[in-house]
C-alpha cells in the first residue's frame, strides 16, 4: 500500500531521527521516490520532480543510480547468497575484492580487513596500530597524531582525532582519549612546502615517538572537517617522519579513495604509501555500504606475533558476499574491465573534464559578495563563504534551481558523480552560485 507523501512526512518526523539533527528535525527532509543516473526524483506538494544530483550521496555514487551492470551483479548475487558469516568461512566474491584492492592499493599494502563503514574502518586501523605496538612489547605507543581540521568518523576513536575544537566532536573534550595535533596544514594544493609547517610535523613525531603508535592523516583533501586541500608533499614529510622514528602511518582514503580527486587514491599524488589505509564510500558505487582496512606484511606479521595474535574484532556482517559482489561490479566499470563502463576513455578523463567545468562554472564567485575563497580538486568543488551558511535557505535555493546540495559550516560544495555530463555539471554550478547567494 503507498503511503502518501504528505503522510510519510508525518511518519518521518515523529520517529526517524537523521544524521546530525536534533530529533524532532527542525527541517523536513526531502522524500526521495527513485533515482536514475545522476538524478534523484523527489516528492513535493504540486507533484513529484527531478534533482541533479551534486552531492554523490555523499561522495558515494560515483557512477550515479541504477547502473545496468551494478544491477545486474546486485541481482546475481541475490540468487546465490546475501550472506553468510565470515568466520571460518570465506567466499569467492570477497576473495576477488581483496585480491583487486591489492593491486590497485599503494604499494606494500597487502592484506584486506573488510568492514561495515567508514568509521569502523578507521577504528580498524588504530586498533592494528595500538596492537602491533602492544605486540612488539611498547605498549606505551598508545597515542596518535594528526593535523586539526580533519574529520576521521563518529565512532569513538575515530572522533578523537577528528578536530577537538572546531569540529562537531568537540562536545565530547573529556571523555575521548587526548591525542597529538599538529596545526591545520597550509592550504593549496600545489603551494608548495612550508618550511615552518614542515619543521612543526617532524618535531611533533619525533619528540611524540616513544608514545606515538601512528600518525592519521586525510591525504591531500580533509573532508567533512572543512574541504581543504594541501600539498601533498606533506606526506612524504610524514612518510620520512614516521619511518625514521618507528611511528605507523595511516591514510583515511575513505572521501579521496577511487578517483575522486584525479588520482585512484589521493597517496598518488604524493607517490607514497602508508603503513594503513582506509577505503569506503565508493568503494561499492554507492550502491551498499561496505569499507576496508588494508595494511602492509609488516604491521599483520607485528600483530601475529603477539600475546593476542589474532586481530580482535568480528562484525557481523565483514565480507557480506551482496556488498562485495557490488564492489567488484563497480571496480569493473571505474577500471573499464567491463564492456558497459560509462568511462569510453578512462574515469580519469570523466575527472579531469569535470575539474574543468566546476572550474570554469564557480571561478566567478570568487568576487562575489559574502565569498571568502573558491577551490576545485578533481570532481570536487568547494566555495567558502565568510559567514556561517543559511543552511536552509541555501538549500532551498538549489533545490529551487534544480539541484540536490547539502551545505555545512561555511561551505557550499558539490561532489559530482563522474558520468555527470556537461548539461547537467552548468546546472550544478548555477545552484552552487544561487545558493550562495541565498546563504
Known amino acids: 500500500m503507498r503511503i502518501e507523501p504528505e503522510r510519510l512526512a508525518g511518519l518521518d518526523r515523529d520517529h526517524v531521527w537523521h544524521p546530525y539533527a536534533p530529533m524532532p528535525g527542525m527541517v523536513a527532509p526531502l522524500i526521495v521516490e527513485s533515482a536514475q543516473g545522476v538524478r534523484l526524483r523527489v516528492a513535493g506538494p504540486g507533484g513529484s520532480r527531478d534533482l541533479v544530483d551534486g552531492m554523490s550521496s555523499w561522495w558515494a555514487a560515483i557512477h550515479g543510480y541504477r547502473q545496468p551492470w551494478l544491477d545486474a551483479a546486485a541481482a546475481g548475487q541475490l540468487a546465490t547468497m546475501s550472506h553468510v558469516m565470515f568466520g571460518g568461512l570465506t567466499h569467492e566474491p570477497a576473495i576477488r575484492l581483496a585480491t583487486r584492492l591489492t593491486e590497485i592499493a599503494p604499494p606494500g599494502l597487502e592484506h584486506v580487513f573488510l568492514c561495515d563503514s567508514g568509521s569502523v574502518s578507521v577504528e580498524v586501523a588504530i586498533k592494528m596500530c595500538l596492537q602491533y605496538w602492544r605486540s612488539a612489547g611498547r605498549p606505551a605507543k598508545h597515542r596518535l597524531m594528526t593535523w586539526r581540521g580533519g574529520y576521521h568518523g563518529d565512532t569513538f576513536w575515530a572522533m578523537s582525532v577528528c578536530d577537538p575544537d572546531g569540529g562537531m566532536h568537540r562536545v565530547w573534550d573529556g571523555v575521548l582519549p587526548r591525542q597529538v595535533f599538529a596545526d591545520v596544514p597550509p592550504a593549496g594544493f600545489a603551494a608548495g ?31 567533512a572537517g572543512g574541504m581543504r586541500f594541501h600539498d601533498p608533499g606533506y606526506l612524504r614529510v610524514l612518510r620520512e617522519a614516521c619511518s625514521a622514528h618507528s611511528v605507523l602511518l595511516v591514510f583515511d582514503e575513505i572521501a579521496t579513495g577511487f578517483g575522486r580527486t584525479g588520482s585512484l587514491f589521493a597517496a598518488g599524488h604524493a607517490g607514497v604509501s602508508p603503513d594503513v589505509m582506509c577505503v569506503g564510500k565508493a568503494l561499492t558505487g554507492g550502491y551498499i555500504t561496505l569499507a576496508a582496512t588494508l595494511c602492509t606484511a609488516r604491521v599483520a606479521a607485528g600483530i601475529a606475533r ?47 573534464r569535470i575539474e574543468a567545468g566546476l572550474t570554469s562554472g564557480l571561478t566567478g564567485l570568487r568576487e562575489a559578495p559574502g565569498v571568502a575563497d573558491v577551490r576545485v580538486l578533481g570532481a570536487i568543488g568547494v566555495v567558502q563563504l565568510d559567514h556561517e551558511v543559511d543552511m536552509a535557505a541555501a538549500t532551498r535555493a538549489a533545490v529551487e534551481a534544480g539541484v540536490w546540495l547539502r551545505p555545512f559550516r561555511d561551505l557550499i560544495y558539490t561532489m559530482p558523480p563522474y558520468v555527470t555530463d556537461g548539461e547537467d555539471l552548468a546546472r550544478i554550478c548555477a545552484a552552487v552560485h544561487t545558493a550562495a547567494a541565498a546563504g
Open 306 to 352: 603477539g600475546v593476542l595474535p589474532v586481530l580482535a574484532h568480528g562484525p557481523t556482517y565483514m565480507g557480506n558476499p551482496l556488498a562485495c559482489a557490488i564492489a567488484n561490479a563497480s571496480l569493473d566499470l571505474l577500471l573499464g574491465e567491463h564492456s558497459e563502463s560509462p568511462y569510453a576513455n578512462g574515469w580519469a578523463a570523466e575527472v579531469l
Open 193 to 223: 612546502l612550508d618550511p615552518g609547517y614542515r619543521e612543526q610535523i617532524e618535531t611533533l613525531i619525533a619528540v611524540h615517538a616513544d608514545e606515538l603508535a601512528a600518525v592519521i592523516v586525510e591525504p591531500v583533501v580533509q573532508g
